[in-house]
């Protein structure tokens, strides 16, 4: 992949829920982030101002200060931290409060940490005004972003909108297992349970156009029996 | 159609005025002839006693002018006799009949209804003729007597003079009853119309009033009581299902995530392709599953307390079909797809929640079709509004269906529906999604084997290119 290499983000989790902070950290840490917790607004915002964080996860419903509130504090201060809300508020309206006060980015709960990651990793490219990534690349699978096509070894495929975005979607974590409700949800849009195959038919179509003929046995895309589908971080022949 | 309290107010009120009329008509003229028989009779014994004192018998010159004078008759209705010793003295239309009181004795043997002691005045039936007779008692010099039928006479001309009245009257009547009928049906609709007004400033967002309805009239005192405390109940009952909804999206989301999060990460850190793995998977979709069941019945609950997001944005919703017939024309080979889509129309809409809506008919056309049958995906502009239409044959379709479509957990043919996925929570939620819009959702089943889905989007919620 081309993403710029970065010396372990600081980033700084205010969350009260020490359970949710858990999880989010490991996986955070996993992906080569250093995260400090705090547990309530005050704590947090004398954090974010005594040290240089590159991005702040923050909760709505925090103990002492609110998280709005701690968001609008910093914003007067003049502090530009990309700050991402976590909140189990999923109105329009609560999201568009979140964005006047100066957040970065939103993610309504529960959410897919997966989703999270990459969500940060979006934002912390552009805060280092890295140039936006061209192609996406496995050992033999890539995807270029502009021409929107997909070579897996010598084989060249045209994606349709639909299996293009999905590839992408999958190659943004290679290795990471998908299941179908995070694609649908990030594929398609749909925050809901649609009660269709949509996603296992668009995944046989891929697998079809990048097929190497008959005998070909290896796709990018594997699927894992009742867990869902990823694309091979370093992929067999 | 509801009946007027207006209507049967007006007609009661008609009803009851033609009433008074009439019985006061009858009753005006029952005891108008009671009143002139007895003023006969008074002026027959007035006659009677003037004729007594007279000095000159023979001229009976007192006796004439009581005659004039007093009596009721005269010459317009006639039927009245002066008699002295049999012969005819005065008269008014009665000639010979002075006759009748000499050859019938028996004429003095009726009761006597006089109220003076010195006269005798009786009443006696002759010949299909009544006859009212009058003398001084032990002295039947001068008699005089009145004919019944020229008192009928009399009375006929007056009920024949009011009833040649009537055309004029009865417009007037007619113009007086209705003013009364308008004033009286306002002044008992006021007091309602007062409370309506206040109620009709109420709504689920605003079911609390400014200041308790107040009653003019005593009367409906205990009826504003029973609206003013109903209305603080439905305000208490509003707010805690408010409260309820938001407080049981934090409430559950929170656990969600937590579940979400370590399922998801479980699964992540399984050995790959691993009967572990495979049951942990199985366990982050029934969780997933669960989120999207709470959301579901979240949403409802917020559609009940009306606390549903007001946020309204342009959604493009030709666009959002075409992408949806396009889909269904590649991922489900074996239907057939019949599209007909308006271009550029945008609808001003809760994004999130009408995609749900178009989705969930969407999902319903597909799941419930036949094999190799058809899909019907259509946007059109109508009198009443834009009309989007899923259509789609089926097999097995409840007699029930139009009727209970929308109901929550209803779900048709239950041998039909387990082989479905689904909570029978679908259409439900467009339910409350279309009304939330101020649409019109209707399921019809057509030729018995086809089911049409449509949505009806008011004119003013729609932006065409």
């Given at each position: 992949?081309?993403?710029?290499?970065?010396?372990?983000?600081?980033?700084?989790?205010?969350?009260?829920?020490?359970?949710?902070?858990?999880?989010?950290?490991?996986?955070?840490?996993?992906?080569?982030?250093?995260?400090?917790?705090?547990?309530?607004?005050?704590?947090?915002?004398?954090?974010?101002?005594?040290?240089?964080?590159?991005?702040?996860?923050?909760?709505?419903?925090?103990?002492?200060?609110?998280?709005?509130?701690?968001?609008?504090?910093?914003?007067?201060?003049?502090?530009?931290?990309?700050?991402?809300?976590?909140?189990?508020?999923?109105?329009?309206?609560?999201?568009?409060?979140?964005?006047?006060?100066?957040?970065?980015?939103?993610?309504?709960?529960?959410?897919?940490?997966?989703?999270?990651?990459?969500?940060?990793?979006?934002?912390?490219?552009?805060?280092?005004?890295?140039?936006?990534?061209?192609?996406?690349?496995?050992?033999?699978?890539?995807?270029?972003?502009?021409?929107?096509?997909?070579?897996?070894?010598?084989?060249?495929?045209?994606?349709?909108?639909?299996?293009?975005?999905?590839?992408?979607?999958?190659?943004?974590?290679?290795?990471?297992?998908?299941?179908?409700?995070?694609?649908?949800?990030?594929?398609?849009?749909?925050?809901?349970?649609?009660?269709?195959?949509?996603?296992?038919?668009?995944?046989?179509?891929?697998?079809?156009?990048?097929?190497?003929?008959?005998?070909?046995?290896y796709a990018p895309i594997e699927s894992v029996r009742g867990v869902g589908y990823r694309v091979q971080a370093a992929a067999?022949? | 159609?509801?009946?007027?309290?207006?209507?049967?107010?007006?007609?009661?009120?008609?009803?009851?005025?033609?009433?008074?009329?009439?019985?006061?008509?009858?009753?005006?003229?029952?005891?108008?002839?009671?009143?002139?028989?007895?003023?006969?009779?008074?002026?027959?014994?007035?006659?009677?006693?003037?004729?007594?004192?007279?000095?000159?018998?023979?001229?009976?010159?007192?006796?004439?002018?009581?005659?004039?004078?007093?009596?009721?008759?005269?010459?317009?209705?006639?039927?009245?006799?002066?008699?002295?010793?049999?012969?005819?003295?005065?008269?008014?239309?009665?000639?010979?009949?002075?006759?009748?009181?000499?050859?019938?004795?028996?004429?003095?043997?009726?009761?006597?209804?006089?109220?003076?002691?010195?006269?005798?005045?009786?009443?006696?039936?002759?010949?299909?003729?009544?006859?009212?007779?009058?003398?001084?008692?032990?002295?039947?010099?001068?008699?005089?007597?009145?004919?019944?039928?020229?008192?009928?006479?009399?009375?006929?001309?007056?009920?024949?003079?009011?009833?040649?009245?009537?055309?004029?009257?009865?417009?007037?009547?007619?113009?007086?009853?209705?003013?009364?009928?308008?004033?009286?049906?306002?002044?008992?609709?006021?007091?309602?119309?007062?409370?309506?007004?206040?109620?009709?400033?109420?709504?689920?967002?605003?079911?609390?009033?400014?200041?308790?309805?107040?009653?003019?009239?005593?009367?409906?005192?205990?009826?504003?009581?029973?609206?003013?405390?109903?209305?603080?109940?439905?305000?208490?009952?509003?707010?805690?299902?408010?409260?309820?909804?938001?407080?049981?999206?934090?409430?559950?989301?929170?656990?969600?995530?937590?579940?979400?999060?370590?399922?998801?990460?479980?699964?992540?850190?399984?050995?790959?392709?691993?009967?572990?793995?495979?049951?942990?998977?199985?366990?982050?979709?029934?969780?997933?599953?669960?989120?999207?069941?709470?959301?579901?019945?979240?949403?409802?609950?917020?559609?009940?307390?009306?606390?549903?997001?007001?946020?309204?944005?342009?959604?493009?919703?030709?666009?959002?079909?075409?992408?949806?017939?396009?889909?269904?024309?590649?991922?489900?080979?074996?239907?057939?797809?019949?599209?007909?889509?308006?271009?550029?129309?945008?609808?001003?809409?809760?994004?999130?929640?009408?995609?749900?809506?178009?989705?969930?008919?969407?999902s319903n056309a597909l799941k419930y079709n036949r094999p190799h049958g058809w899909l019907g995906i259509s946007l059109q502009?109508?009198?009443?509004?834009?009309?989007?239409?899923?259509?789609?044959?089926?097999?097995?379709?409840?007699?029930?269906?139009?009727?209970?479509?929308?109901?929550?957990?209803?779900?048709?043919?239950?041998?039909?529906?387990?082989?479905?996925?689904?909570?029978?929570?679908?259409?439900?939620?467009?339910?409350?999604?279309?009304?939330?819009?101020?649409?019109?959702?209707?399921?019809?089943?057509?030729?018995?084997?086809?089911?049409?889905?449509?949505?009806?989007?008011?004119?003013?919620?729609?932006?065409?290119?």
């Open positions: 992949m081309d993403t710029p290499k970065l010396p372990q983000p600081h980033i700084l989790l205010v969350e009260d829920d020490a359970k949710i902070a858990e999880f989010v950290i490991r996986s955070l840490q996993k992906s080569g982030y250093r995260v400090q917790h705090e547990t309530d607004g005050v704590s947090g915002l004398k954090h974010i101002f005594k040290n240089n964080y590159d991005l702040v996860l923050l909760d709505v419903m925090l103990p002492k200060l609110n998280g709005l509130e701690l968001l609008q504090q910093l914003r007067q201060d003049g502090n530009t931290t990309p700050v991402i809300i976590l909140s189990a508020k999923v109105d329009l309206h609560d999201r568009l409060t979140g964005f006047e006060f100066g957040a970065d980015d939103y993610m309504p709960k529960p959410f897919f940490v997966e989703e999270l990651t990459a969500k940060i990793k979006v934002i912390l490219a552009r805060k280092q005004n890295a140039s936006p990534v061209q192609k996406l690349r496995t050992t033999h699978l890539q995807l270029d972003l502009v021409s929107r096509k997909a070579q897996w070894h010598e084989m060249d495929a045209i994606l349709s909108q639909r299996e293009f975005s999905l590839l992408q979607y999958l190659m943004q974590t290679p290795g990471h297992i998908y299941s179908r409700q995070q694609i649908l949800k990030n594929v398609w849009d749909i925050h809901f349970d649609p009660e269709t195959n949509v996603v296992d038919v668009c995944v046989q179509r891929i697998k079809r156009k990048l097929s190497r003929g008959p005998n070909d046995h067999s022949p | 159609m509801n009946k007027s309290l207006r209507l049967r107010l007006f007609w009661i009120i008609m009803l009851l005025t033609s009433v008074v009329v009439l019985s006061n008509r009858y009753f005006a003229q029952y005891r108008a002839k009671v009143d002139v028989y007895n003023e006969l009779h008074q002026d027959m014994q007035k006659t009677v006693l003037a004729c007594s004192h007279e000095n000159d018998p023979t001229s009976l010159g007192l006796c004439k002018r009581a005659f004039f004078k007093n009596y009721l008759f005269n010459r317009y209705s006639g039927g009245a006799t002066l008699c002295h010793n049999g012969e005819v003295v005065e008269e008014f239309g009665l000639t010979q009949d002075c006759i009748l009181l000499s050859t019938h004795p028996d004429f003095w043997t009726e009761k006597d209804i006089s109220t003076d002691p010195q006269v005798q005045l009786v009443t006696h039936a002759l010949e299909d003729q009544v006859w009212h007779v009058a003398r001084m008692r032990g002295n039947d010099s001068i008699q005089l007597m009145a004919s019944e039928s020229a008192i009928q006479k009399l009375l006929n001309k007056l009920w024949q003079m009011r009833d040649n009245q009537l055309p004029l009257f009865f417009p007037i009547l007619f113009v007086m009853a209705l003013i009364m009928a308008a004033i009286l049906i306002r002044s008992i609709l006021n007091p309602l119309n007062a409370l309506k007004k206040s109620l009709e400033n109420l709504s689920p967002e605003k079911s609390k009033l400014e200041k308790p309805i107040q009653s003019v009239y005593r009367e409906f005192e205990p009826f504003v009581k029973v609206y003013n405390d109903l209305l603080q109940r439905l305000d208490a009952s509003f707010t805690k299902a408010k409260r309820f909804s938001a407080d049981a999206a934090h409430e559950l989301r929170t656990p969600f995530t937590i579940l979400r999060g370590q399922a998801e990460e479980l699964v992540a850190d399984a050995p790959v392709g691993s009967s572990l793995q495979i049951r942990l998977r199985g366990m982050a979709d029934e969780i997933d599953r669960l989120i999207g069941m709470s959301e579901k019945l979240l949403l409802l609950s917020r559609a009940d307390a009306h606390a549903m997001d007001n946020s309204r944005t342009e959604w493009e919703l030709s666009q959002f079909m075409n992408e949806l017939a396009d889909e269904s024309t590649s991922y489900h080979p074996n239907l057939t797809i019949r599209k007909s889509i308006a271009p550029g129309v945008t609808w001003c809409c809760n994004r999130g929640l009408a995609q749900q809506l178009i989705h969930n008919l969407y502009h109508t009198d009443s509004g834009l009309e989007v239409r899923f259509e789609n044959p089926s097999q097995h379709i409840p007699l029930d269906l139009s009727e209970k479509a929308f109901d929550r957990f209803y779900r048709g043919d239950q041998a039909r529906a387990k082989s479905i996925e689904g909570m029978g929570l679908g259409l439900s939620i467009c339910k409350e999604i279309v009304d939330f819009h101020q649409c019109l959702l209707v399921l019809e089943v057509t030729g018995m084997s086809t089911v049409a889905v449509r949505l009806t989007i008011p004119h003013k919620h729609i932006m065409t290119a």
